[in-house]
């Protein structure tokens, strides 16, 4: 087959019967989330310093990974929980409730008063949201076309990315949190000391610093729970058909609002049995195509019915045509794609979170756990490429952890001995931290929308991924001595030098990070056998959790004892040495040839 041989479809044609309206809604719920996740890097160092928990400021980073290790260590314990209680009952219950307990946790942790509460806080918050396996196989099974599905999922990712740069915003704003030996900050709000609003406003951060930022991200929260709770249809096959309430709700106020809304499965009893014009009543438009909110009238919204149809059922033909369309359609589907995001890249989106790639995840398809752990499943290129999932994100989640507290770490100049002794951090106040990490989240945005795809066309996946890991074994080492360059540093120097280096090695991290992990999706996809890739990738998934538990916890204890004998460097250099055995591992790893796979799953 001759990729030349069939005309590029237009974007508007690619487009056509998009769910934009509940992509638009699942992406609220998605967006919320990482938000939570990150606005409290740029304070949790304080926080756990004002708790009073710790003999001295050393053992905080032991105490920061403790925290980011019960979140993870509680999601994966009921992460797979979640999912199968999704099959129960559907998909929007466990997505609602996802919301509603994070936004629980996360006023318990801003509220918290001790550090044994922020404790149980932050394991709440990983016990209480199953969200993103649920999220995947929602948009499985919203966007069942092959040509939305690459465009549906890789939303997750930039969505991802977006939310870290808002998340420490917030938990950064120096309007929002309040450290206690941070000094108060002026009347910026136009109100004098004497306005009973500011006194209450001062008094409330004076004795809860860290509460109002958790606030801010409860509301978000909240809202993105009740545009759910009001637009967003249930996708699970068997409870599509089920009455919601709130969604009638949420159609009231569309029609309201001057859109087409179709009627809904368990409506059509009542309206088949009287002879209505949809002029008028935002029913259903015989021509929708003028309005982006609903779908073509040859493609009707997934869970609803028109007046001429029969409520829609799961059909497992349906479910699983998506792989076995026309040659030629997929290659007109995915060139489609070109502009957006590369062939190679949409390819593996589609074919790995695919609803029938994306269920058995959460399921446990009855032919995968039959196959269980052998050598047809896990093949030799399949470890290698889990196994470096694993490595990634082991040292990437200690970055993202320990970075916030390595940059608040008070500035001890007297002692600083280069290349010998180093001790504290760079001194940085938490709206410091919030600002550098918002500032280099914007990296990872801009490489997920413009950088990966060019590559992507232009280089070989597995030549990128060895190019991306080179940087983070050469830079973390470099990280701790830029304190020396440091304004209140111990060398002269141009005052904004210091500053200026850690945005651009941090930028440089963020860029690696938000490259290596869709080159690894690529690379893991290649190399597994269609007929086991959800298996595969339920069991890297869990892996993953696994790193993201093991990683905070270990690291914690090491740089606390670095922290001792004043040689933080050595926790960086030992992280270092743990990207660079990625690195190295990359080169005994091939890139699988695709079509042979296929040809073997058939």
Same mark, same amino acid.
């Given at each position: 087959m001759t990729h030349g041989n069939h005309a590029k479809v237009s974007f508007r044609e690619q487009m056509r019967g998009f769910p934009i309206w509940q992509m638009i809604v699942i992406s609220m719920i998605r967006f919320a989330?990482?938000?939570?996740?990150?606005?409290?890097?740029?304070?949790?160092?304080?926080? %756990?310093?004002?708790?009073?928990?710790?003999?001295?400021?050393s053992e905080i980073s032991s105490y920061s990974g403790y925290l980011a290790a019960s979140f993870s260590f509680f999601q994966f314990v009921f992460c797979v929980q979640w999912g199968r209680l999704s099959d129960r009952i559907g998909r929007k219950p466990i997505l609602l409730t996802g919301l509603m307990g994070t936004s629980i946790s996360m006023l318990l942790f801003g509220f918290s008063q001790n550090y044994h509460m922020a404790l149980v806080a932050r394991s709440c918050l990983g016990a209480l949201n199953g969200n993103i396996p649920v999220l995947r196989t929602t948009i499985g099974e919203v966007a069942t076309q092959r040509k939305h599905q690459a465009i549906a999922f890789a939303s997750l990712s930039l969505?991802? /990315? +977006?939310?870290?740069?808002?998340?420490?915003? #917030?938990?950064?704003?120096?309007? *929002?949190?309040?450290?206690?030996?941070?000094?108060? %900050?002026?009347?910026?709000?136009? *109100?004098?000391? /004497?306005?009973? #609003?500011?006194?209450?406003?001062?008094?409330?951060?004076?004795?809860?610093?860290?509460?109002?930022?958790? =606030?801010v991200v409860a509301i978000f929260l909240w809202t993105s729970m009740i545009l759910g709770a009001l637009f967003l249809e249930e996708s699970h096959p068997e409870f599509k058909t089920r009455k919601d309430i709130l969604l009638q709700i949420g159609d009231g106020i569309r029609r309201r609002l001057g859109y087409d809304v179709p009627l809904r499965s368990w409506q059509i009893s009542i309206h088949r049995e009287f002879p209505f014009s949809t002029q008028g009543r935002g029913i259903y438009p015989e021509d929708t195509s003028i309005d982006p909110l609903v779908p073509s009238s040859s493609e009707p919204a997934y869970g609803l019915i028109t007046d001429e149809e029969e409520p829609l059922r799961y059909d497992e033909e349906n479910a699983i045509s998506i792989g076995n369309e026309s040659e030629s359609g997929d290659d007109d589907e995915i060139d489609a794609l070109v502009p957006i995001i590369s062939r190679r890249l949409s390819e593996t989106i589609v074919r790995t979170y695919s609803s029938n790639e994306v269920i058995p995840i959460i399921q446990g398809e009855r032919n995968n756990k039959r196959e269980g752990f052998n050598s047809t499943v896990f093949t030799h290129p399949v470890i290698m490429c889990i196994f470096a999932n694993f490595i990634c994100s082991l040292h990437t989640v200690v970055y993202s952890e320990f970075f916030p507290v390595l940059l608040a770490g008070e500035l001890k100049s007297d002692e600083l001995t280069f290349p010998t002794h180093i001790a504290g951090g760079f001194g940085?106040?938490?709206?410091?931290i919030g600002t550098l990490l918002s500032s280099t989240g914007i990296i990872g945005v801009l490489a997920v929308i413009f950088i990966y795809p060019y +590559?992507?066309?232009?280089?070989?996946?597995i030549t990128s991924y060895r190019f991306i890991t080179i940087l983070p074994p050469i830079l973390y080492p470099v990280l701790p001595y830029l304190v020396f360059l440091s304004p209140e540093g111990p060398w002269e120097k141009p005052k904004a030098i210091g500053t200026i280096l850690l945005y =651009?090695?941090?930028? +440089? #991290?963020? #860029?690696?990070?938000?490259?290596?992990?869709?080159?690894?999706?690529?690379?893991?996809?290649?190399?597994?056998?269609?007929?086991?890739s959800a298996f595969i990738n339920g069991t890297a998934l869990s892996l993953v959790s696994l790193a993201?538990?093991?990683?905070?916890?270990?690291?914690?204890? %090491? %740089?606390?004892?670095?922290?001792?004998?004043?040689?933080?460097q050595l926790s960086w250099i030992l992280?270092?040495?743990?990207?660079?055995?990625?690195?190295?591992?990359g080169y005994f790893m091939e890139e699988e040839n695709e079509d042979l796979k296929e040809g073997e799953a058939d």
């Open positions: 989330e990482p938000i939570a996740f990150t606005s409290m890097f740029p304070y949790v160092y304080f926080m %756990i310093r004002d708790f009073g928990i710790t003999k001295d400021d969505l991802w /990315n +977006l939310g870290c740069v808002i998340g420490p915003m #917030l938990g950064g704003s120096k309007y *929002l949190t309040r450290p206690k030996s941070k000094p108060r %900050i002026d009347h910026t709000l136009e *109100l004098t000391s /004497n306005s009973t #609003l500011y006194d209450f406003y001062n008094q409330f951060l004076d004795k809860y610093p860290y509460a109002l930022s958790n =606030v940085f106040l938490s709206n410091s +590559l992507d066309r232009h280089v070989s996946t =651009v090695l941090s930028g +440089l #991290l963020v #860029l690696a990070s938000a490259l290596t992990f869709p080159s690894l999706m690529v690379l893991l996809h290649r190399a597994s056998n269609p007929k086991y993201r538990f093991v990683g905070p916890m270990v690291w914690g204890w %090491i %740089i606390l004892y670095t922290e001792k004998i004043s040689m933080v992280l270092g040495a743990v990207a660079a055995a990625g690195t190295i591992q």
